[in-house]
């Protein structure tokens, strides 16, 4: 009826205080959360790029665990020093997973910690990446970028270093390490620490650095397994040699190993502590000696890169009906998962945002409300009037709706044009991290925010919801009004 | 022909913990196109008559009936009809839209509910009203930019902008002075004449009451006396 809308606008002119606050409210709301939402959905569409090309893929492939397991560990309760699972029956897993026309590429991955330990002056962590290079190369052809040295060879043993590692240990101790030095590092695994000396064949630098993640370094796979403890023995249940139930067993091993009993009271106890079982507790020193023992099928993780993104659910699907079918111990998942804490971290963000939206949106509702409810008292007369010369209550209903929902789509659209306006200029101008934090965050050291639709519509959606919720008590009040208060009203 | 008829009407008002009787029993009939007036003092039932032939209040006992309908058991809904349909309002603080011009607060009525009026008629009907309220100069003057006896005038157009066949008015000169009151009044029998419209209105002022050609008398609830005058030759 163009006679509501008539009064619903002159009614807003006519009270320009009450208008100018409920509208400045609703245009505030409606900015913060345009701003909001773009920063959040730019920086999460970041990390996922980010992790999806450079680390994880679009899907993870790992042994089925109690707790969720990531790239950089087991997650969840733990108890201990726990490792990451191998994947059972990992040749038929690759073999299918890859044969998947939706599959691009594949490449597999051990995980675990290291120390690099500098003898007296002490040790630094660090991440390990155990890696077949080619196949991982191919599959992430772009994530690093070689500062000096070069990239580890197939089936070479060596050590690619991250650049900020090197510096960190340059800080840290003053020792320069460059390529071709050699570096120990520590590893544990199931039986303890295991120590290893290998050659440093590279530094990197990531593409995309996110703090936290230069702490990985790339160890060729097999050096890696030896460090972890990962033999064929190891594999499934733990099958200890008798040497070494025979350490688990004496109160003292230190003493039954270098105690003068075992090498004096018995020859042949002293043959049992082999070179051989020494190396393999203290982690093999020279490349390609007893490698035979070293489970060259243990992979902790496959990851993959699909042709079409969107193909990334229906993939993880097929892939755990397979395993459930074939009764394999294994489990696909997306690059959230992969990524740990990393990836969640944006959605946790922007959880914690939607909440504070939400209380802002109360906020905002509770003020427009009490301003209508003020507005329609004051109206009384007005509207007892129009009930009494025949105003059905719907048409009242109509010309509250009208205002509120013309207040609330006028600034909310103030609203929106100021948000894409200041997105747009941040989107040229770059929003810079201020800490490591929002490095993580934003996916990068400098976030160009973008207006999807989804945020405009969102923003748009919230403003009408806000106007009708808002009404909805005022509306209830100003029809309540009966017509014999129009003959009360002064 | 009747064309309101109260029977046995009492109305009660709770009080808080006690109870007020407003009206106390009256029987009354109005025949269309009288000039009607309800006189007495404050308090004595005018305004809660007055509501109930407006069917925006209902008796706690006994029965209206406006146009042979009796209004006891009609829904809201149907009441905003009736009163729509059959009745107009003109009420003592004017009470016109603030947001709205002469021309609009008299178009208002004619926007609510169905349609009888072409727009071409609808237009010459307003004009025609605005002409007899003598206020073609302020058609598109807002309220405030009005006098009081300017804005009753509205009221009076606005009130027979449905042709009701029954214009109500509370008091419709308590608000002005006496001349311009007596100007109202003028205005709201001559329309009753030429539109042969029922007017029903309450008022405390003699000079006022004086006009009628019916009056009705109340005091404390109860009818005390009835007045019929003849009316002015040529009415009908």
């Known amino acids: ?92 897993v690759y073999e299918y997973a890859t044969s998947l026309p939706e599959v691009r590429t594949a490449a597999s991955q051990v995980s675990g910690f290291g120390l690099f330990s500098f003898e007296e002056k002490g040790n630094q962590f660090g991440i390990l990446f155990g890696i077949e290079p080619e196949n991982y190369r191919s599959m992430f052809p772009d994530s690093i970028t070689l500062a000096g040295g070069r990239y580890l060879k197939p089936g070479e043993e060596g050590i690619l270093l991250s650049e900020s590692k090197v510096e960190e240990i340059e800080e840290d101790f003053g020792i320069i390490l460059s390529p071709g030095d050699s570096i120990l590092v520590s590893g544990i695994g199931p039986m303890g620490f295991r120590i290893r000396e290998l050659p440093i064949r590279g530094i990197f630098r990531f593409e995309q650095e996110v703090e936290g993640l230069n702490q990985i370094n790339f160890v060729d796979v097999q050096s890696l397994r030896a460090l972890f403890g990962m033999v064929v023995a190891t594999a499934g249940q733990m099958n200890l040699s008798s040497e070494e139930t025979y350490f688990l067993e004496v109160e003292d091993p230190e003493e039954a190993l270098f105690g003068g009993s075992v090498l004096e009271t018995s020859e042949s106890q002293a043959r049992d502590v082999s070179e051989e079982t020494l190396l393999d507790i203290l982690g093999e020193r020279r490349p390609g000696s007893y490698a035979a023992q070293i489970d060259a099928g243990a992979w902790h993780f496959i990851l993959l890169k699909l042709e079409d993104e969107s193909q990334v659910e229906p993939v993880i699907a097929q892939l755990n009906r397979w395993f459930a079918t074939e009764g394999i111990e294994a489990r696909a998942a997306d690059w959230k ?114 207006l999807p639709l989804s945020s405009l519509l969102y923003a748009l959606g919230i403003t009408v919801a806000i106007g009708i919720v808002a009404s909805l008590y005022p509306v209830s009040v100003a029809l309540r009004i009966q017509p014999v208060q129009a003959i009360q009203a002064e | 022909m009747d064309i309101v008829k109260l029977d046995g009407v009492k109305k009660v008002y709770p009080l808080g913990k006690v109870t007020v009787e407003a009206i106390k029993g009256i029987d009354l009939c109005i025949e269309k196109g009288d000039f009607i007036s309800i006189a007495g003092p404050s308090g004595s039932g005018k305004t809660t ?106 009221a009076i157009a606005r009130a027979l902008a449905t042709k009701p066949e029954i214009v109500l008015a509370d008091e419709p000169t308590a608000n002005l002075d006496s001349k311009t009151g007596e100007g109202i009044i003028e205005l709201m029998k001559k329309l009753n004449r030429e539109q042969s419209t029922t007017f029903i209105f309450s008022t405390h002022d003699p000079a006022i009451v004086s006009i009628a050609d019916h009056v009705i008398h109340l005091h404390d609830g109860l009818v005390v006396e009835e007045q019929r005058r003849q009316r002015d030759a040529g009415t009908r």
């Open chain 1, 337 to 450: 998962v992969a990524s740990g804490g990393f990836g969640s971290l944006a959605d946790t963000i922007q959880i914690v945002f939607n909440i504070l939206i939400l209380i802002i949106a109360v906020v905002a509702i509770i003020i427009i409300m009490n301003t209508l409810v003020i507005s329609v008292i004051e109206r009384t007369g007005e509207i007892g009037t129009m009930r009494a010369l025949g105003a059905q209550k719907r048409t009242v209903r109509r010309m509250f709706v009208l205002e509120t929902l013309s207040i609330s789509v006028v600034f909310g659209m103030i609203g929106v044009a100021i948000g894409a306006i200041t997105i747009g200029i941040l989107n040229l101008t770059g929003l810079p991290a201020p800490n490591p934090f929002f490095e993580i965050l934003f996916g990068g050291k400098v976030l160009h925010p973008a």
């Open chain 1, 1 to 92: 009826m163009p006679v509501l809308v008539k009064i619903a606008i002159r009614n807003l002119r006519e009270h320009k205080s009450k208008t100018l606050i409920i509208g400045i409210i609703i245009a505030i709301g409606i900015t913060v959360m345009l701003l909001g939402n773009s920063l959040m959905e730019t920086a999460a569409r970041g990390v996922q790029r980010s992790f999806i090309d450079n680390y994880t893929g679009h899907v993870m492939i790992s042994a089925k665990t109690e707790g969720s397991v990531s790239l950089f560990g087991r997650q969840g309760p733990q108890t201990g020093n726990e490792e990451i699972p191998r994947i059972p029956e990992y040749e038929r």
């Open chain 2, 49 to 154: 008559i007055l509501n109930m032939i407006g069917c925006i209040d209902k008796p706690t006992e006994g029965t209206v009936e406006i146009s042979e309908r009796c209004t006891a058991e009609m829904k809201d809904k149907e009441l905003t009809s009736l009163r729509h349909e059959f009745l107009g309002f003109i009420f003592q603080s004017f009470n016109l839209i603030p947001v709205l011009n002469v021309y609009e607060n008299i178009e208002f009525p004619l926007l609510l509910g169905k349609n009888r009026m072409s727009k071409i008629e609808k237009t010459e009907w307003i004009a025609y009203l605005i002409e007899e309220v003598d206020l073609a100069e302020q058609r598109i003057q807002r309220p405030n930019e009005l006098s009081g006896g300017q804005r009753q005038r509205v």
